[in-house]
């Protein structure tokens, strides 16, 4: 079974950074598609950023230039490391995980999720 444990949010000030982890386990092969989504409260959730089997990676505008996702598949680890955040980053994160080659964008294609991290910017 599929299982996705995100860590690393946290509070930090206008400008700062975090890392994201997102511990993986239960996949039984190498092809999937991983994604960081993000939900602010009373908002929908929305994908910040995802990386397919190829190594492809997409990025919402909002974080481009400012956020990196990467994966350690010895490690079984997602990553997302996060600089010049703003204030209107604040939002619970999410890891995501569905089979397949390529990335769906939406997050009801998604069938695995993880529980959220917190991220708390204050501008």
């Known amino acids: 079974q599929v299982q996705l444990v995100e860590s690393g949010g946290g509070s930090v000030q206008s400008g700062g950074s975090l890392r994201l982890t997102c511990t993986t386990s239960g996949f039984t092969d190498s092809s999937y598609c991983m994604a960081w989504f993000r939900q602010a409260p009373g908002k929908e959730r929305l994908g910040v950023a995802y990386?397919?089997?190829?190594?492809?990676?997409r990025y919402t505008n909002s974080v481009k230039g400012r956020f990196t996702i990467s994966l350690d598949n010895a490690k079984n680890t997602l990553y997302l490391q996060m600089a010049s955040l703003k204030y209107e980053d604040t939002a619970m994160y999410y890891c995501?995980?569905?089979?397949?080659?390529?990335?769906?964008?939406?997050?009801?294609?998604?069938?695995?999720w993880g529980q959220g991290t917190q991220v708390t910017v204050s501008s």
């Open positions: 995501a995980a569905e089979p397949g080659r390529a990335c769906p964008y939406a997050p009801s294609l998604f069938n695995y």
């Open positions: 990386i397919d089997y190829y190594g492809s990676l």
